[in-house]
Every structure is written in C-alpha cells, then in structure tokens.
C-alpha cells in the first residue's frame, strides 16, 4: 500500500492540486513576479547636505536606459525629479534623499502648493515616473517626504495643512512622495520611505508595477497620507512590504480605468487605516489576492469601502492567510462611506472570499450591503475571531461561517 509507487502517486496529484489552486488564486498579478535585481550603476553621487535638485536631475536624464543613478552615501536634499523611462535611481544603504520643505519649489504655476483651498492638485510630485517603461527606485537607503517638518516661510507642515483641509472641509495642496503614471513595468525595491507630505506611492494606469521588499515608515497621526495607491492599474504585486502610515496602509481605486491583477503577498501593516480597496471604483476593480499578511495596530483590516457617488464593481478578491492583532475594525465591506452621498454609481461586492483568517482581539465585523437588489456576496472559509466581537450585516449574503473560538496571542 505504501510502496514509492502509491507515493509517486500522491506527489503527482499534489503538483496537479497546487498546479490548480495556483490557477484559481492566480485571481492577482499575472506576471511572473521574482525578487527584482539592482541594475548597473551609469553615475554615484555622494550627498552635501544641499540642495541639490538640478544635479540630480542632469545625472538621471542623461544616464542610460538599463542603468541606475547610485546615491552612494550622505544626505541629498531636492525639489520634483523626473526619472527617465528605462532609468533607476539606487539609494545605497545610509544614504538619505529628503523632498524640500519649499514649497514653492513643487508649485504648478498657481501658487497653490503649499496652501489649503477649495481647489487641489497645485504641486508636483516629488518623484515623478510618467510614460515610463522599466524605471525603478532601489537600494536599502531612504527616501524622506519631511512632511512633519514646518515648511519654508510658514509656520505649518504638510501634516498640519493636512489636517486644517480637514476641519475646513477644504484641500490640502501637497506633493505625492512618488507618483507613477502611464508607465509600465515600474520596480521600487527594498528602499525605505517616510513622512510622505501625502499619498506615499500613487500607481495609476500602469501595466506592470512590483514594490518588494518596500518600507513605509510614516506617524499614525500624519493625515492623508496612503501607503501604496494603485489607481487604474494591472498587474501590479506589492510583496514583503512593511507599511505603518497615517491613512490607508494600501488602496486599490479605480476611477481612471478599472484595476485589475493585483496582489498583495507576504507582507505587514502596522498603523493605518488598513488594507482597502475604495473609496473611487466606478471603473471596477477585479482579481485581487491579499495573501500572508498580518496586521497589527491598524484600525481597519480588510476593507472594501465606497459609496454611491463613486462605487462600482469590486469581484474576484480573495484575502487568505491574514491575522490580525489589536485591528479595530478587522472587516468592513461598506457601501455608504459617505452616508450623505448622492448619485447611482452603486458599489457592489461580489465573490469576495476569507480563508484562512485569524482575529487575535475583538473587533467589529461590517458587511453592508447597498439593497436586496445588489447584496454583498461573500464567502468565510476557516475564519476564526475572538469572543466578544461585534458581527453586524446589512443586505449580505453570507455563505460558510466564523468561528468565535480564536485565543492566539502572536501572528
Ligand atoms: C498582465 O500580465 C500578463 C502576463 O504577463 C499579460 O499577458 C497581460 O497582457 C498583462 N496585462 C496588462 C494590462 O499589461
């Protein structure tokens, strides 16, 4: 019964079983995604301490396509940079390139950046990828927005405008950290990143993108500032990041173009407003796979949030292999965000499916659903939370159930 005949047997169905379940998970990023490699080096640098925008930029623009500019060591201080399709910029471990705090260096024209108004997008961003086909950002080093850091001739940082948009209800105007648009192909790779001004890394309509081995550092109390944002792009692969920041650790949106092929694998989020997919997804978005993640401090885990104003589609999202610790809210489905938003761009979920997943402390559980008519559509598979959680369901069709029983301590 046992002979290396029957074993030979079960090793062949097990690579026919993962070969399948490989396929039906392969819901995310299409590509064959492997740890990205530093290219070689057309010029290294070493910093002043200065201001040293202009250097910077004639050392990418005139290095090859393949090749990387090396940030050897020291600290470089620059306004906007522009890296050239085909380039790479390699921060070398120790050294350190910090965004200015002028922000007239980042304005568009209008003397907006810098400023709250009721109009928005007055500044470039600080590192800038557009129509870019296999750029990149390597290298142990870091990458700092300072934006905690009172802003030349002013007595605000960006966090503090930030957050006087917000009890104006108005906008802040300040600069994405790293913004990638229309490109393809696009590697960051090991850097740290932190205090982003805003959203740290915006990726939208881009085929193609890998942030691996990525660390976002930024306080629980820097306002509006996302980790990795892709908007409107496929095949994208976020894999042994580690996120803490003030706002969505990741979100996935979709309202210039759908979002599609998207995973999220291996990875941790430590402060933020969790792993979302929202709050603009009128384009849709589909095949997402979150797998091996944990959560810790977050104050939401899973979370798919939209509102009539804005919701579309979202299918085809599997979350596997989570746990999650100290997470306020570990899963929101919601499709009134706005409560007071008007509009028909009704957000419906479907084919959303848990596996796997672990709640070390209570939390509450949302799945609100818009109407009868386009419930949420959900599937639990070994999903186990902690005594004393709140289950709350709304115009939900709910198929397998939780386990109240999980007593783990450690993810
Ligand atoms: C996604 O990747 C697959 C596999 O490499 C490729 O066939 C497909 O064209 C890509 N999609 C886009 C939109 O680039």
Request: charged residues 15%.
């Amino acid at each position: 019964m046992n002979g290396p005949g029957s074993r030979m047997m079960t090793c062949i169905f097990s690579v026919v079983l993962v070969t399948y379940v490989l396929q039906e998970v392969g819901a995310g990023d299409l590509r064959q995604v492997t740890e990205p490699k530093i290219p070689a080096t057309c010029v290294s640098l070493k910093g002043t301490g200065g201001t040293e925008t202009s250097v910077l930029q004639k050392a990418l623009s005139s290095c090859g396509k393949g090749k990387v500019v090396h940030l050897a060591s020291g600290t470089f201080v620059s306004g906007p940079l522009t890296i050239p399709s085909g380039v790479g910029l390699w921060i070398d471990s120790g050294a350190v390139l910090k965004a200015s705090s002028d922000p007239k260096l980042f304005d568009k024209g209008k003397n907006l950046c810098g400023t709250v108004n009721t109009v928005y997008h007055g500044c470039y961003p600080f590192i800038h990828m557009v129509n870019a086909i296999g750029s990149g950002i390597y290298g142990e080093g870091t990458i700092d927005g300072q934006g905690g850091i009172k802003l030349t001739g002013k007595t605000q940082s960006w966090w503090d405008l930030a957050h006087e948009a917000k009890l104006k209800k108005e906008h802040q105007n300040n600069p994405f950290l790293i913004e990638i648009e229309n490109s393809k192909d696009v590697v960051l790779y090991q850097i740290t990143i932190k205090n982003g001004p805003n959203f740290h890394v915006v990726v939208s309509q881009t085929n193609g993108f890998t942030a691996w081995g990525v660390t976002i550092a930024t306080p629980s109390t820097a306002g509006n500032t996302d980790g990795i944002d892709p908007a409107g792009s496929q095949n994208v692969t976020i894999a042994h990041c580690t996120i803490s920041t003030g706002d969505d650790n990741v979100a996935i949106k979709a309202s210039n173009g759908p979002s599609r092929h998207i995973s999220v694998l291996n990875s941790h989020f430590g402060s933020g407003h969790g792993m979302s997919i929202g709050s603009d997804i009128n384009d849709g978005v589909s095949d997402v796979t979150v797998n091996a993640l944990t959560l810790h401090g977050t104050t939401n885990g899973l979370r798919i949030k939209s509102d009539r104003s804005r919701g579309g589609l979202v299918t085809s999202v599997s979350y596997s292999d989570v746990c999650m610790q100290n997470v306020v809210n570990p899963i929101v489905l919601d499709t009134a965000y706005s409560p007071t938003a008007t509009g028909n761009l009704i957000p419906e979920y479907k084919d959303i499916t848990f596996n796997n997943i672990r709640v070390l402390t209570a939390g509450k559980f949302t799945f609100d659903g818009y109407s009868d008519a386009k419930p949420i559509q959900v599937t639990l598979n070994n999903v186990h939370i902690k005594k004393g959680s709140k289950w709350v369901t709304k115009y939900a069709k709910i198929s397998g159930k939780y386990f109240e029983d999980e007593n783990g301590n450690k993810c």
